[in-house]
C-alpha cells in the first residue's frame, strides 16, 4: 500500500508541474490569439486580458468646470483643489475618480468602480496584414490615419511553395537511404551510415557560404530548386537516421515472405515498406515542416530578401523593424505563420506518438 501511494504521489506532482508547463505555454498564445481581433486603439489602450469580464473605471456622470477656469494654477472641483496632472492620470475620491474628458471645454468624467468587458473584435487585422492595399486606421484619440498593408499573404503562398517540397524531398529519399542501410548488404554500407550520422553534429552555417559559392556558380541562387536542394540536403541526415531506426525494427519474416513470392526491392519498398512506415513518415515531416517554415538564416542565404520571394519568418522580422509599434499587424501576422504549423500537426497527431516510439523497443 505505501508503494501505491508513493507511486500516485509522484503521479500528481507530475500531472501538476505537467499542467503548470503547458499553462505557461498556453498563456501567451491565448493572448497573441486575442490580440490579433482587437482593434488598433484598444490594443494600445489596454491589455488583452481586459476582454473578460474585470473591475474597471466606468463613467457615470460629467461635471463642467467653468470656461474661465485656469488649468496652470490648482484646480478648483466640488471644494477640494487638484493639478492639471493629477486629473490627467485621473484621482480617486471618495471611491469615485476624477479625470479630464475634454481639458479644453473643461468638462471632466466622474467615474466609479464596475463589472465590464472589453469584447470588440474585427477581422480588420487581418485584411489589412494580408492585403498590400491602404486602410484608414482609428486610433486611440479618434483620429484616423492612413496605412498600407504588408501584403503577407504573398510571403504566406512564398514559404508554402517552399515548405511542401522541401519537406516531401527529403523524407522520400531518406526512406529509400534507411531501406537501403537496414537491410540490404554492399560494400561500405557501415562506413556510409556512420559518415551520416556524423554530418548530424556539423552546424549547418559551417556550409552556407562554400554552398553558396557552387549555387553561384551553378546559377541556382535566388530560384526556389535551390531553396529545395539545401534544406533537402540540410535535412537528410536526421531524417534518414530516424526512418533507419524504425525501419530497421520491421519483422524480418515480411520481407523473406515477399522475396519468395517473387518481389523486387522496389516492390516491397513501395508495397510494405511504406504503408508500415506511415506513423515515422508522418513524425518527421512534422519535424522537418517545422524546420522549414519557420526557417529564416536557410532563405534568406540561398532565396534573397526581396518582397516578391520573401517567406513569412522574413516578412515577420521586416514588420517588428519597421513597424513595432503595430501591435494588430504583428499579432495578426505572427498567429497568420502559426496556423500551417498547427494545422499540420492536428492532422497527422495521431501518428505523432507512434512514429516516435517506433523502433525504440524491439519486438
Not at 485621473?90 to 479644453?104: F, H, K, S
Not at 508500415?276 to 518527421?284: K, R, T
Amino acid at each position: 500500500m505505501a508503494a501505491k501511494s508513493r507511486r500516485r504521489g509522484s503521479k500528481t506532482v507530475v500531472n501538476i508541474v505537467l499542467g503548470i508547463i503547458c499553462l505557461i505555454w498556453l498563456i501567451p498564445t491565448l493572448g497573441l490569439f486575442i490580440s490579433s481581433f482587437r482593434p488598433a486603439a484598444d490594443i494600445l489602450q489596454s491589455g488583452w486580458w481586459k476582454v473578460f469580464p474585470h473591475q474597471g473605471w466606468q463613467t457615470k456622470d460629467t461635471l463642467t468646470l467653468p470656461k474661465e477656469t485656469d488649468l496652470r494654477e490648482p484646480i478648483q472641483v466640488d471644494g477640494r483643489t487638484f493639478s492639471d496632472e493629477q486629473l490627467k492620470a485621473g484621482v480617486v475620491v471618495d471611491g469615485q475618480r476624477l479625470q479630464w474628458e475634454n481639458r479644453r471645454a473643461r468638462t471632466l468624467n466622474v467615474q466609479e468602480r464596475g463589472w465590464e468587458a472589453l469584447p470588440n473584435f474585427t477581422l480588420d487585422n487581418y485584411r489589412n496584414v494580408l492585403s498590400g492595399k491602404e486602410y484608414k486606421l482609428k486610433q486611440a484619440d479618434g483620429s484616423e490615419t492612413i496605412q498600407k498593408g504588408t501584403g503577407l499573404s504573398q510571403a504566406f503562398l512564398n514559404t508554402l511553395t517552399i515548405a511542401v517540397p522541401a519537406t516531401v524531398i527529403p523524407v522520400l529519399i531518406a526512406s529509400f537511404a534507411a531501406y537501403a542501410f537496414a537491410w540490404l548488404r554492399f560494400p561500405g554500407r557501415k562506413t556510409l551510415f556512420v559518415a551520416i550520422i556524423a554530418l548530424l553534429v556539423i552546424p549547418l552555417q559551417v556550409a552556407l557560404i562554400p554552398v553558396l559559392k557552387d549555387y553561384t556558380a551553378l546559377g541556382l541562387n535566388g530560384s526556389y530548386l535551390g531553396i529545395w536542394l539545401a534544406h533537402t540536403a540540410f535535412g537528410l541526415p536526421l531524417v534518414t537516421y530516424f526512418m533507419y531506426n524504425f525501419i530497421s525494427q520491421l519483422p524480418r519474416d515480411l520481407f523473406e515472405s515477399a522475396f519468395i513470392d517473387g518481389a523486387s526491392h522496389f516492390t516491397i519498398f513501395s508495397r510494405l515498406i511504406l504503408p508500415l512506415s506511415v506513423p515515422a513518415l508522418a513524425s518527421i515531416g512534422i519535424f522537418q515542416f517545422l524546420w522549414v517554415w519557420n526557417d529564416y538564416l536557410v532563405s534568406l542565404i540561398f532565396i534573397g530578401n526581396q518582397p516578391s520571394v520573401q517567406v513569412i519568418s522574413m516578412k515577420i522580422a521586416d514588420l517588428v523593424g519597421s513597424r513595432g509599434s503595430d501591435w494588430h499587424l504583428l499579432t495578426s501576422a505572427a498567429f497568420i505563420s502559426m496556423l500551417m504549423p498547427l494545422t499540420i500537426f492536428f492532422l497527422l497527431q495521431k501518428y505523432f506518438v507512434r512514429g516516435l516510439m517506433g523502433g525504440s523497443v524491439k519486438g
